[in-house]
């Protein structure tokens, strides 16, 4: 039985007409950039992240890239940001210059350890970007505690987390400004890239919403330097179908998460994933560990199991940030992490046979 990594149909054929149905309606209002379709779905995006302000870019990298430039970062400042993460992450902080400075995460549950926040500060430091990594909401009471007491600001990474929750309080409504990405297999993905920025901060919102278009706010007239990311009109109308979805398909994932935890307990030496207690996990990605991680991706792939590994080589380690000088071994954590983890099939729609399948190959295995 082949089992793709992710699989949109189960997603997507139940909604297609109404999809559809919404890109003909773009078609044929001819109104392609910054319509109606953005504006209501910025509306609709910010009453199911309960927070003030929504604004829609192009992609989540450059909602990361925004944030910090509302929040005046300037070359030479210092960010916290975890060792355990995708590159885009470090990338937003060097595009404005300023210096990602990593911070390892707990080994439980991948994310940024607050414990460690403070170690890390200097007189340089400006904020702090965690990142709700797989979908697991960071422990995010402790580093608002830890920010609030150095006089910094957070912008939180949350392209993997949508839906989740730290004590009941919606990822991405925690920092000063937020980015979130739509990229096609995030948890509400598009059909092609998106993203967006959120803030309860009106006037940071105004500075993100100017930012994104040409550093206007009226057309024509520029108050600042700004960049070309706005969401698609396209991409928002498949959004605003797709919204009202997600706290079902959040709860498919669980329920597989569960499964997998149930069935998978105690097989060779698989760690399973941990949740914080206080947070919530939605599951964009159901992460194990096994230090025989190559030759079970290749046993699974044998079986038509796919399988990915987020991410064989963090961003100290890669070529990008030679000139940090963070020599192997700097950040045994996230090196381990990097070594041992493999993301086994997660998708809205996954049946018990698809399950059983996966389960009993890995059981073979070991």
């Known amino acids: 039985m082949a089992i793709p ?6 997603q997507h054929d139940p909604i297609r007409t109404e999809v559809l149905a919404a890109i003909a309606g773009v078609y044929d209002k001819q109104w392609y950039v910054l319509g109606e379709q953005v504006k209501a779905f910025e509306q609709e995006y910010s009453a199911f992240n309960q927070v003030g302000h929504t604004i829609g870019v192009a992609n989540g990298l450059d909602a990361l890239h925004l944030a910090l430039l509302a929040l005046d970062v300037q070359a030479g400042d210092e960010v916290l940001v975890p060792s355990n993460t995708y590159i885009a992450t470090w990338l937003a902080v060097s595009f404005v210059g300023a210096v990602p400075v990593p ?27 965690p990142v709700h990594l797989y979908g697991q909401a960071c422990e995010m009471g402790p580093i608002i ?3 609030q007491r150095h006089g910094l600001w957070v912008v939180e990474d949350n392209a993997q987390a949508q839906g989740a929750t730290w004590q009941g309080q919606l990822t991405g409504s925690f920092g000063q400004v937020n980015a979130t990405s739509f990229y096609p297999g995030k948890n ?16 940071l919102a105004r500075k993100v919403h100017t930012l994104r278009n040409y550093g206007s706010q009226q057309k024509y007239y520029n108050e600042v330097i700004g960049y070309n990311s706005r969401l698609d009109e396209l991409q928002a109308a498949v959004l605003r ?14 329920q597989v998460a569960a499964r997998y935890d149930e069935l998978l307990a105690g097989v060779g030496d698989l760690v399973l994933p941990t949740v914080a207690v206080g947070a919530s996990h939605v599951y964009h990605l159901y ?29 100290h380690r890669q070529q990008a940030y030679a000139h940090l000088q963070l020599p192997a071994g700097a950040f045994p954590i996230a090196e381990e992490l ?8 997660m998708w809205p729609g996954m049946t018990e046979e698809h399950l059983t399948a996966v389960v009993e190959a890995i059981k073979t295995f070991f």
């Open 5 to 10: 990594f992710l699989s949109f149909s189960p």
């Open 103 to 129: 911070v390892e995460p707990n080994p439980a549950t991948y994310n940024l350890d607050p414990a460690l926040l403070e170690a890390a500060i200097t007189p340089r430091t400006k904020g702090i970007m």
């Open 145 to 147: 505690e830890v920010a």
């Open 188 to 203: 509400l993905g598009a059909l092609g890239d998106a993203g967006a920025v959120t803030s309860n901060d009106e006037e």
């Open 241 to 254: 179908v797709k919204l009202p979805h997600l706290n079902a398909w959040t709860q498919q994932r669980q």
């Open 287 to 315: 992460v194990v560990r096994t230090a025989r991680r190559e030759a079970l991706q290749q046993h699974l792939a044998q079986a038509g199991i796919g399988t990915l590994i987020h991410y064989p080589v963090p961003p």
């Open 338 to 345: 990097a070594a041992t983890c493999l993301s086994l099939p």
